[in-house]
């Protein structure tokens, strides 16, 4: 079955044991959209993007990423999961390596790119995220911000058609958040697909075509910022929405 959305998720329900903590959501992201995914915590946040790139296996439910179905049995998961890139709270970078070798890495073992072409995509992408002059640090003499830049490049290294984060600047010393968002700009305003949980409502505001509210599993609310930020129809996002300020 194929869809023309870049991400198409339809009745994805997902259970930890007793514990259903998606209940059925529906979801399309077209090419170059950028959607923020808002909502309290433990409302499911985590699991809906980890879902979209199979770190969880849906319970029931189909995920849909540039056509192909991801939840089919028969799918090269490998060969889908390299077209997504995906950014965490926590950075993990490997302390041992510098900021260069932890770029070509992933490169050379997955993608089996030789030498100089990961060197060369490397510092292309260390010079989109501003920290060409890292390029042979080791990761602990960065700052937080300066680390987050360095994943995202690490992301970006790969190729990937669709960029997921999930709080990318939620570890953050607040002073720092501005650089790792405005990379983040620069990626929408480029045409990336990019689906982003994030408690940044002026990026959300600023940034996303549209924004999902999630509450208990469910999806509450979703449109343009405009309208889920600027006037929710829903009492449980007008709540959520009030805490924040
Ligand atoms: P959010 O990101 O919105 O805070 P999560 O998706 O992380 O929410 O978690 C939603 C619920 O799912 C929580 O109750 C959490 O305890 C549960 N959960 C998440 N991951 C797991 C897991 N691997 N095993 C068991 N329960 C989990
Ligand atoms: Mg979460």
Redesign the pocket.
Known sequence: MTSTAEIQVRGLHKS??A?E?LKGIDLEIGRGEVVCVI??????????L?CVNLL?EPTKGQVFVGGTELTDPDVDIDAVRRRIGMVFQQFNLFPHLTVTENLTLPQRRVLRRGKAEAAKVAAENLERVGLSEKADAYPASLSGGQQQRVAIARSLSMGPEVMLF?EPTSALDPELVGDVLAVMRMLADEGMTMMV?THEMTFAREVADRVVF?DG?VIVEDGVPAQVIGNPSHERTRHFLSRLL
């Open positions: 930890f044991g514990n903590v909502g309290p915590s433990g409302s499911g946040k985590s699991t809906l980890r969880e999930d949980v999630m599993g």
